[in-house]
């Protein structure tokens, strides 16, 4: 199933990310793909606040790092795979402990890794409109996707314009 | 006292040997050295498994280029942090069972902290204290270098590091990788006012450099015509200067809001030669000396891992043997957080 929004400045794109984060219990995998400069990062950053993780942390890009860890309600790991190869070098990193702990994860340009991301995951398309506009595409299937999904769908209708 | 320091806390594999903290015997870091006839082709990266494929070798290579044996050794400096705990792990129990097997001590060193400590690897030394600028491809820190150990973050980057600026705009302007390489090649002789770019974060001393990202991905879209050649060293120079120019004015600003007459530059991004140039011509009309250590000590090595160590040995610090690698480790808190 699939959920299109229009985001029309940083600031949206931040609040759309907050109430997914507030709507999140742990375990969840959520992979982001979109071009650079396209608001993953932005998404993630609404995310964690979504999820509690104090003001106090930045953040940053993940895309050296490959992994930040943030403690919040549960715990969130920011992973980026921009760097690798593909998933065999997830594989070397050990991302088993990452994928089925008890935190949620977020995945930067998850398309290098598609072939290891669970079906239940909720996969996020980011896609350039003009400057300040972006196209969000949600796709999802399975009951805790859904749930999770249709919830954040009736909050934005309510917060949204 | 001979430390042998070995580092393994993301892409690099590393191992040297450094006497009494300021006098480099050997460097030897995975990436740089022969890779084909020492690891059969296999560049060593990011992995974990990588490190652990190479990492006898290179401290093998490290203690023959530095004319010694383990039994030389007088203690043993691991990167504990910040990093990734599986590619930290690997150097840490590796300098834990060197240190176990030939007893002598060993202690856990904070990376950044590493960056910092590898100017008194250098002749020109800086007395204390400092301002340090870290910027490398994961980190865009500002320190106050009270002393040896003690540091307070005075600024940091809310979002992209400036190494991965470089590295995002390069690829954007379809440029190779390294990034800042490139692009610190490219950009010579190129016009640096050819673009406006933004300056981010004005009278703050913290980092933005994700507005600057997206400045040149709209720069990008909303030409008619593709980028030229002729173009592109212009382009890359505006580039540059926009990271460069907050780098040292917000460095210099931090030295002089704490009235402080010295600042050190370190970390990866430390290597480019505009970033070099620039913090030498400006700093120099304020007063202030700028200590920036030679590339190959800027980007990620082991020397400068037991520089740290050689200081925490003579103070007297242990590490114990269940001493666990930390991802996530400010340098204004002593343990972990």
């Not at chain 1, 998933?87 to 088993?96: A, H, T």
Request: aromatic share 8%; charged share 25%.
């Amino acid at each position: 199933m699939n959920l299109t929004l229009i985001s029309n400045s940083i600031g949206d794109t931040i609040n759309l990310g907050s109430i997914i984060g507030e709507n999140l219990n742990g375990g969840e995998i959520i992979a982001l793909t979109g071009e650079l400069g396209s608001g993953k990062t932005c998404l993630t950053r609404g995310i964690a606040r979504g999820m509690g993780i104090s003001e106090e942390f930045y953040i940053t890009s993940p895309t050296f790092t490959l992994i930040n860890e943030y403690p919040g309600r549960i715990p969130l790991y920011h992973l980026d795979v921009y760097r690798l190869s593909g998933s065999k070098d997830l594989e070397d990193l050990g991302y088993e402990e990452y994928f089925y702990g008890k935190g949620a994860i977020v995945i930067e340009w998850a398309e290098k890794i598609k072939d290891i991301i669970p079906p239940d995951s909720i996969f996020i398309y980011l896609k350039y409109l003009e400057e300040e506009k972006r196209e969000i595409e949600i796709s999802y299937e399975g009951d805790k996707a859904s749930k999770i999904i249709k919830r954040v769908n009736e909050e934005v209708l309510s917060k949204w314009h | 006292m001979l430390v042998l320091g070995i580092e393994s806390s993301c892409d690099e594999t590393a191992a040297a040997v450094v006497s009494d903290g300021t006098s480099l015997l050997s460097n030897v870091v995975a990436s740089q050295i022969d890779v084909h006839s020492k690891f059969g082709g296999v560049v060593p990266e990011i992995a974990s498994r990588k490190h652990i494929e190479v990492i006898i070798q290179v401290i093998e290579q490290a203690l023959d280029d530095a004319g010694v044996t383990l039994d030389d050794i007088d203690g043993i400096a691991g990167t504990r942090g910040p990093g990734l705990i599986g590619s930290l792990l690997v150097g840490l129990s590796v300098a834990k069972s060197i240190a176990f097997m030939k007893d002598i001590p060993f202690v856990g060193v904070n990376h950044v902290e590493g960056h910092v400590a590898a100017i008194f690897l250098t002749e020109e030394k800086p007395e204390f204290p400092f301002v340090a600028l870290v910027v490398s491809g994961g980190h865009t820190n500002i320190y106050l270098v009270a002393d040896s150990g003690s540091f307070r973050t005075l600024g940091q980057t809310r979002d992209d590091a400036a190494g991965e600026a470089f590295d995002k705009g390069a690829k954007m302007l379809g440029l190779g990788y390294p990034g800042g390489i490139v692009i610190d090649r490219l950009s010579k002789g190129g016009n640096p006012a050819f673009v406006k770019f933004p300056r981010s974060m004005k009278g703050s001393i913290d980092f933005s450099f994700s507005g600057l990202k997206t400045s040149l991905l709209y720069y990008i879209k909303k030409r008619e015509t593709p980028v030229t050649e002729d173009e592109l060293p212009h382009i890359v120079a505006s580039y540059q200067d926009a990271i460069v120019d907050v780098l040292v004015d917000k460095t210099l600003k931090a030295a002089e809001e704490y009235s402080l007459s010295r600042v050190v530059i370190a970390g990866g991004v430390a290597a480019n030669s505009r970033l070099r140039d620039i913090f030498h011509e400006r700093a120099g009309g304020k007063g202030i000396e700028v200590f920036i250590p030679p590339p190959v000590l800027c980007t990620d090595n082991a020397a400068m891992i037991a520089v740290v160590g050689d200081n925490l040995l003579k103070r007297g610090e242990r590490g114990s043997f269940d001493l666990n690698a930390i991802s996530r480790w400010p340098l204004d808190f002593p343990g972990e957080i």
